[in-house]
């Protein structure tokens, strides 16, 4: 073979190797799972990022096939919008968001973008977050607000008037209408109504007409750890003199628990709270990140799991999940309850 018959013969063999790495790197591209996530990174609720995040990277270790792009939603809607605008604009298959103050106007932009979303840590009312491009995998209102009206340790059973303060957005009014349905149906009379805007430090004055106000028992709905903690603590230097429920699940999470110190207070929780739950993934989540987990990197940790098994019919990942019934995951048993709707239940816990 001649010298220039050699080049050219360079040239096919490594023109067809080019096109060989091509092809490879298209279709590794093509089988890969592309997801968004709209976590609150920074801000008043930047545990639920956090932690939601932890449970995320968790799962993914385990499931081959899905990329994870993160964005952070500050945890105001403009910074969601944003933050979903430029996921879209990276083609991603699947948006993930969290937390109802974010995630209830995009679920409004998915249905008008008809891109899939799927939303965890929203419990607001079904027919303001769940349509026929959003799903979401959490729980709801009815479960929120149902353990301190149906679980055996809870005052409210032997109480006739209720003192109700929650916070003033989506999450905090679909509970407190929850509630207002509950007390009616079971005979209880709200005496005090009260509401608080997100992130408010100072609860003196609508907790005093709580106290003043003539209830057996005092419930509340919170979305954050420091509006959690600062009613709690407020109410207590006030001498409420009642019992406390909140009716949020901020509490759920032991470690804000803990900075409660020895006030009393009932608190619903995820049956995940509970010894004996979900042990092997709190094992390796304490592992990996070096404290325990919460209910939101439960959730985060199932919510990959369920993507895993819709991730290759990217052209029906909707309807791929809605055909899914149940989900027997570390952060409980989700049952869709109705097309889109994958709820867990709740318990009511006594703290202190």
């Known amino acids: 073979m001649n010298t220039k018959n050699k080049i050219i013969w360079a040239v096919v063999v490594i023109f067809i190797l080019i096109l060989l790495a091509f092809g490879k790197t298209y279709s590794n591209k093509n089988n890969t799972f592309t997801v968004g996530a709209i976590l609150p990174m920074t801000g008043p609720a930047a545990i639920w990022g956090e932690t939601m995040k932890n449970g995320m990277q968790l799962a993914l270790e385990e499931r081959p096939g899905i990329n994870m792009l993160y964005e952070d939603s500050k945890s105001t809607a403009v910074d969601g919008i944003s933050a979903y605008n430029i996921l879209q ?30 939303v965890s840590l ?5 027919k303001s977050i769940v349509n026929s491009y959003t799903t979401r995998y959490y729980t709801d209102p009815t479960n929120y607000a149902s353990p301190a009206f149906t679980d055996s340790i809870s005052p409210v059973s032997s109480s006739k008037k ?47 007409k709580a106290k003043n106000s003539g209830a057996d028992v005092f419930i509340f709905v919170a979305s954050t750890p420091g ?4 009613i709690v603590k407020t109410a207590s230097q006030l ?6 429920i909140e ?37 390796k989540y304490k592992a990996k990140f070096g404290k325990e987990p919460n209910f939101g990197s439960a959730f985060g940790y199932d919510i990959v ?11 029906d990942i909707q309807g791929c999940i809605s055909g899914v019934t149940q989900i027997d995951g570390v952060a409980g048993t989700a049952k869709q309850v109705l097309p889109g709707d994958f709820v867990v239940g709740l318990h009511l816990e006594k703290v202190n």
């Open 89 to 118: 604009n990276k083609k991603v298959d699947l948006t993930v968001s969290e937390l109802s103050i974010v995630s209830v106007p995009l679920s409004k932009i998915a249905l008008e973008k008809k891109q899939p979303l799927l």
């Open 162 to 208: 209720i003192a109700l303060l929650y916070r003033n957005d989506e999450l905090g009014n679909s509970v407190k209408d929850k509630i207002q349905e509950l007390s009616d149906k079971n005979g209880k009379q709200i005496v005090s109504m009260e509401s608080f805007v997100p992130a408010e430090k100072d609860y003196n004055t609508v907790i005093l």
């Open 305 to 315: 799991n369920l993507i895993y098994q819709c991730k290759d019919k990217k052209e």
């Open 239 to 244: 001498n409420i003199g009642m019992p406390i």
């Open 247 to 283: 009716s949020s699940a901020v509490f759920a999470d032991l470690d804000t628990r803990k900075q409660a110190g020895s006030i009393p207070f009932y608190s619903t929780s995820y049956d995940f709270s509970l010894s004996g739950k979900a042990e092997e993934f709190k094992s």
């Open 227 to 230: 509006e959690a903690l600062s």
């Open 122 to 126: 929203v419990a607001a009312n079904n």
